[in-house]
């Protein structure tokens, strides 16, 4: 039976009539000694509902601004206000009006537009709030609303399902526990509290969710990946394929397809945005998608580009003029330096060997070696002309001279030798060498002759050992002590008075000696120095005879 509507100014009374029975049956228990207590509410599809709150009810804003229209709605319709379905345990009051406007689900602005004076927020717009007891549709939670004057409504538990966000408080609508779930390059969308798929609308998976604010998961709608038409293994459910798959109504395993948020009329009216990324073959940059007039609005950001160098990031990828100078060489490290390319070689091809000569590749960037000619050293330090060639492995290398290098120092003190390693090498040695300081001719006459130099450490010494230069005047010895090749140049006789006994003598001397001969015998006597003595006589000579 459907009632007329009341006066416009009746219609705030009928608001309280579900509080009015309320109290009516508490106060009818208290007589009957029963205990009263307040309702407890139960979710039509929202497993977490339970029991309404009574400490702070959710204020509705009576004076927010007319909903846009307009906007762009291209996901799966989640449940609104526009056909409420009395379950039959819902209480309304006989007189309430349920045509438009003022009837729940009708279309509001401010509470006082509707009976009840209760305008809620749905997906498509405000709309005029069911009271409630116990239950609500599909889709509906009953929940407390307001704060002085209690009521309980009806509240839509996916307002804001599938919006834009950038952050979980940009979802949470009339006391909705909803996220701001990452769609990857896609965005950020509000999800809905859920327990399990069923809780959810038709085309939207109830998936852990990460709650950014809380750094934990959460059960939460998600939007469903369409499945291409299946041409892959058979399956029953999306886990059947493959993580980039999906079950295909045709049963087979198929490439998903990206899921697309739209805006809602409430998205819309709100301005909600998100984050998003212009992608192309360069890269892509991040930008930003809003709803408007017209929709979701085409992802605002930088269009990735080529790098070039000029101090900009062109392709997003976080580094500037990375590859804005690449030659294609890879023997090269390019550079943008105050806005100009550089090419500096990146491979030193010089292995340290004369005999090969290096070059790198600009395909691979590896050096590539070729034989070079010339002299060389072959690191053996007897060898002299070492040059390079090919060695008897068929590869260049550096050939050691014909000829050795010679060691001579031309000192007689050491034996000169050459080592492979340390190259010439000076031995001491013990050798002696003749020397002679004299006069030159003088050496060898007279009595005059030649000494030895002995080697010590290496060294001659200076000392001429054993060696007899000319004296300063002759000694009239018979000699010839000035070694100018005269004996006694300059001597004189000294007489002599004496007696000679036997048969004859003989007399030799000068002025500084003599040698007094008898009868042809040996010396019976001598005459030295300025006093001379002579010993002469028979008895001398008989004693010489002994």
Known sequence: MQHSAPP????????????????LCCLAASIAFSACSSPSVESGGNSDAGTIATDTGLVVDEDAGTPDAGGDNDVPAIPDATDFEDTGTDTFDAGTNTECPGAPGCDCVKNDDCDNAVCLDHAD????????????????????????????MCAPNYVSLCSPCEKNDDCKVQGTDSL???????????GGLCSKDEDCPTGYGCVDAFDQDKG??????????AAAVGDGGACTKDSDCADDAGCADNGKCGKLVLPTCGCSTWATAVAKKTSCMVTNEFGSCPGQRQCGAGGMGACTGGTPAKEACDGIDNDCDGDTDNEACDDGDACTKDACEKGKCSHKPTTDCEDGDPCTTGKCAPETGKCVMTPAKGSCDDNNACTEGDACGVGDDGKAACLPGATTK????????????????????????????????????????????????LCVNGQLSTDCKDQVKPGPEELCDGKDNTCDGTTDEGCKPTGLSGQFSGGGGRLAGNQKGMIVSVAGEGPVGTATGKTKTLQAGFIPWLLSKF
């Open 8 to 23: 416009a100014a009746a219609r705030h009374s009928t608001t309280t009539a579900p509080n009015l029975l309320w109290v």
């Open 406 to 453: 010679a060691c001579d120092d031309t000192n007689a003190c050491t034996n000169d030798a050459c080592d492979a390693n340390k190259g010439c090498v000076y031995l001491p040695n013990a050798a002696t060498q003749a020397c002679y300081t004299g006069h030159k001719g003088t050496e060898g006459v007279g009595i005059c002759k030649a000494g030895v130099q």
């Open 216 to 225: 934990s998961l959460s059960k939460q709608c998600k939007l469903k990946p």
């Open 125 to 152: 717009g405000k709309k005029c709030a069911k009271p409630c007891v116990d239950s609500c549709p599909t889709g509906f939670t009953c929940k407390q609303i307001g704060a002085s004057d209690i009521v309980f």
């Open 180 to 190: 701001c779930i990452d769609y990857g390059k896609l965005g950020k969308f509000c």
